[in-house]
């Protein structure tokens, strides 16, 4: 009787366990926010590539539309050992498969469908143009790809692409004079070629497998029966046959695809060049930052540096922004963003300075705090499981007329844990 009884419960129990299960995974829908970027090390995204002033040009795009990203990218100056010097890098776009189409992208204006060669400490302009291609909601990346050093991805925005697939066209016009649509160029070619060899092959395989494969024919060999009798003048005539068909289909196809397309060329590759840095405003050097310490709490949201500043241009300066791994953390008095930047990424309000403004040729010390949910949301506060407790970033200071001037600080950054 017990038994029976601990039995039932345990039916009852598992059922109610299972369906509880089956509950929560039907309502259970996952939300990637994040694309690999937070699982990088902290110091690799603060001190390889920070991006900057980037524009997402709309939230919404119909398929087959334009849309573009664009904005500004600079390399750090102490480049981390761990990745490579960024002499062979390639422009990308972080998304989940072709979901745009990438139709061209630039550096400093110079088309780049190729790798090339970036120079550290330089700031350099970009522009991505994509095309919409799947209906959903997908977050798009700038990101760099770097040889020796892996991908290097900067923020994510959400966009929505509507509309209908099937009206999705990839149209070209080549030098000879042809508009194809990339979307199926070559494919009826392609599937009918490889049809076509693969059928030959089955073909050949069934004509000896109709007959006893294995183990009749083993024996027989043993048995010492004799060549023309495993092979007979028919069998060697369809060999003869199947020979002499494939050489000539193979050069009837090479003929026929020679006069359908004669000219061609071989694939274009290679490093496309080295890219200078966009000249700074300003000149060079208009104003010098050297942190004298940095530090973050542990746990916490929050990084502070102390930074002696040097106006050396003949006009105010005032901080208005400081980046770093993707987080803008703004001074609201100087600086409200309205470029959309995503907002998990964004602290409106996120920085305070012990002095905002630089008169021309001062140096002063300043203290800049910079806190948001965002420095632990995006893991930067993970720095402390880091081999390099060393961080970089950009600082935005601000001209009468409104024009940021990004100068790169870096330093080492201390833990503390009171
Ligand atoms: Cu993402």
Known sequence: MKGTDVINQTKKWLLMGTAAAMLAGSFYVPI???????????????????????KWSKDTVEIGQNYTLSGKFHTFSEWPEAVDLPRVSFLNIGQPGPVFIRTGSYINDIFVPRSVGLELGGDYSFLVELKARRVGNWHVHAMMNIQGGGPLIGPGKWVTITGNEANFKDEITTLTGRTLDLEDTGMSKVIGWHGFWYLIGIGWIFYWARRPLFLVRHMKMEDGVPDNELFTATDTKAATALLVGTLVVIMYGFQST??????????????????????????????????????????????????????????????????????????????????????????PEGLEVSQQDIAPGETVIVEVVGTDAAWEVQRLSDVIYDPDSRFGGLLFFVDPEGRKIPVEVGSPLIPSFA
């Open 258 to 347: 020679e006069s359908e397309f004669p000219i061609t060329i071989p694939l274009q590759s290679g490093l496309l060049q080295d890219i200078k840095p966009l000249p700074p405003r300003y000149g060079k050097d208009p104003i010098t930052a050297k942190i004298t310490t940095a530090g973050y709490r542990v746990p916490g949201r929050t990084i502070k540096f102390k930074v002696e500043v040097t106006n050396h241009t003949d006009k105010v300066m005032s901080i208005g922004e400081f980046d770093t791994g993707g987080v803008r953390f703004l001074n609201p008095n100087v600086i409200v963003d309205d470029t959309g930047y995503p907002e998990e990424l964004l602290a």
């Open 32 to 54: 990637a926010a994040a694309h690999g970027e937070r699982s990088q090390a902290a110091f690799l995204r603060m001190r390889t590539i920070h991006w900057y002033d980037l």
